[in-house]
């Protein structure tokens, strides 16, 4: 099976960047990531990681408007 990944970043350089803000959320929210494939993730625990990252983006968005 191939694996066709369509979330491309606009600023390239900064995929390890948003890899450690994922781990970070990940943790956060008590989700055990591992590098590479972690595609035996439940639908709720990939779904509380990407929760967490937006809120994590909206807070720094609203504090960066104070």
């Avoid at 995929?15 to 989700?31: D, H, L, T």
């Amino acid at each position: 099976m191939s694996t066709n990944n369509s979330n491309k970043l606009n600023v390239p350089e900064a995929k390890a960047a948003m890899e450690r803000f994922k781990m970070e959320a990940a943790s956060e929210v008590g989700v055990n990531l591992k590098e590479g494939y972690n595609g035996d993730l439940t639908s709720r625990q990939a779904g509380s990681i990407g929760g967490q990252m937006v809120k994590k983006m909206v807070e720094a968005y609203e504090n960066s408007i104070k």
